[in-house]
């Protein structure tokens, strides 16, 4: 599996209107070759850390394809939807949430990263289109992208190859991750297998785990 990185983006924290809060979500394409370390690019900023940045979620990586899902659910942004515009850092063509897998690990240029977890759209992506049902929209279609993690550091850039070269947890894609993420009572086994995939976020299989055991709690009452 092997794909061309097309665009790369970086963004200093901007206010996010209308209510002006900090963000990083507005990017700027980098043309040249760009650092990559463990809390992800050069320059390269996140307004919440708490739910964005940080070494589980360094690199966000978003499949161009998606653009054209959502326009055409929502034709209304159609001229907004571009690479870039979700806040994403790496775009490309080729992957998606249903060829990827949880942990996969990908030479980018001459650094190492790791799938650890879809993004998981929030409010910022409604502000940021001026359609408040956007963020809902996004999760729907199941068109998250993914956060990657920084297993080397090195460098990459545009008309780098993304190139998968291990894959620790072959079969559990993160489709099937969101698909059992977002379902209202999902099987609980199927959600202790995904808890357990290597590469995956310890705060997301903490979670999961969470969930397993109230499932079974639940059905043994």
């Known amino acids: 599996m092997k794909v061309r990185i097309d665009a790369v983006?970086?963004?200093?924290?901007?206010?996010?209107?209308?209510?002006?809060?900090?963000?990083?979500?507005?990017?700027?394409?980098?043309?040249?070759?760009?650092?990559?370390?463990?809390?992800?690019?050069?320059g390269?900023?996140?307004?919440?850390?708490?739910?964005?940045?940080?070494?589980?979620?360094?690199?966000?990586?978003?499949?161009?394809?998606?653009?054209?899902r959502l326009a055409g659910r929502v034709p209304g942004v159609?001229?907004?939807?571009?690479p870039g515009v979700l806040g994403e850092n790496l775009s490309g063509r080729g992957l998606d949430e249903?060829?990827?897998?949880?942990?996969?690990?990908?030479?980018?240029?001459?650094?190492?990263?790791?799938?650890?977890q879809p993004r998981q759209p929030c409010w910022k992506i409604s502000h940021r289109l001026g359609h408040d049902p956007m963020s809902r929209v996004v999760a729907?279609?199941?068109?998250t992208g993914w956060y990657f993690r920084v297993l080397e550091a090195?460098?990459?850039?545009?008309?780098?190859?993304?190139?998968?070269?291990?894959?620790?947890?072959?079969?559990?894609?993160?489709?099937r991750l969101w698909a059992a993420h977002t379902a209202h009572r999902p099987d609980p086994a199927e959600i202790?297998?995904?808890?357990?995939?290597?590469?995956?976020?310890?705060?997301?299989a903490a979670r999961l785990q969470g969930r397993a055991a109230w499932l079974l709690d639940s059905a043994n009452r």
Request: hydrophobic share 45%; proline share 8%; net charge negative.
């Open 98 to 116: 249903t060829s990827v897998c949880i942990g996969d690990v990908f030479a980018a240029g001459s650094s190492r990263l790791q799938v650890s």
């Open 140 to 143: 729907e279609l199941g068109c």
């Open 78 to 82: 159609a001229a907004l939807l571009a």
């Open 9 to 42: 983006f970086v963004g200093e924290l901007r206010p996010l209107p209308p209510e002006g809060q900090l963000t990083g979500i507005f990017k700027t394409p980098v043309d040249v070759p760009v650092a990559v370390g463990s809390e992800g690019l050069a």
């Open 154 to 175: 090195g460098a990459l850039a545009v008309g780098d190859s993304l190139t998968l070269i291990d894959r620790p947890a072959p079969g559990l894609t993160l489709a």
């Open 44 to 68: 390269d900023r996140q307004g919440d850390r708490r739910v964005h940045g940080g070494p589980e979620k360094a690199i966000h990586y978003y499949p161009a394809e998606h653009y054209a």
């Open 192 to 204: 202790g297998l995904l808890a357990a995939a290597a590469g995956l976020n310890p705060a997301w």
